[in-house]
């Protein structure tokens, strides 16, 4: 019982607990990596770690660990097909060979790969090609959105 007590009175002098909710702060906001680094360094001075700074960083912590948006199926038509990301996430390819372009298509970078997994920046290309003998040859595409 003492251990608990002695995590509300920490949490309490972080201004992340009080005894009445009404008063507590609930407000933060989300930082990128470098900020969040800069406000937790080895360098930080006495008293410079604030309630506000570790709320940032829960809250930009949640929204890493967020799930991303719903998979969406594409629809390779004719080889070779190409697919632009509009947001960060993961491309999934189950056959065909696979090429990247971060440079708005003026160079494709072919992997070695006939399928897989490919993260991909916003702006990122992807082209993937196969023989086309048929149905049954065209890749099976999906792209996993990352969390927002």
Sequence with gaps: MARF???GL????????SA???????SCSIQNLATLLA???DNAGNGSITPAN????VCSVQLLLAPGAPAVALA???SPFQYTAQVAGN???TS???AVSRNNGGTFYTTSLTGGSFALAPGDIVQVTWVESGLANVPTVVYFPAGS
């Excluded at 920490?10 to 607990?17: F, R, W, Y």
């Excluded at 009445?20 to 609930?26: G, I, K, N, Y």
């Excluded at 570790?54 to 960083?57: A, G, I, S, Y």
């Design 96 to 98: 065909g060979a696979v």
């Design 54 to 57: 570790v709320r940032n960083l």
């Design 10 to 17: 920490g949490l309490a002098m972080l201004g992340l607990a």
């Design 76 to 78: 390779p038509g004719t």
């Design 20 to 26: 009445s909710p009404a008063s507590a702060q609930l």
């Design 5 to 7: 007590r002695a995590i």
């Design 91 to 93: 491309l999934i390819v």
């Design 39 to 41: 406000q937790f360094s």
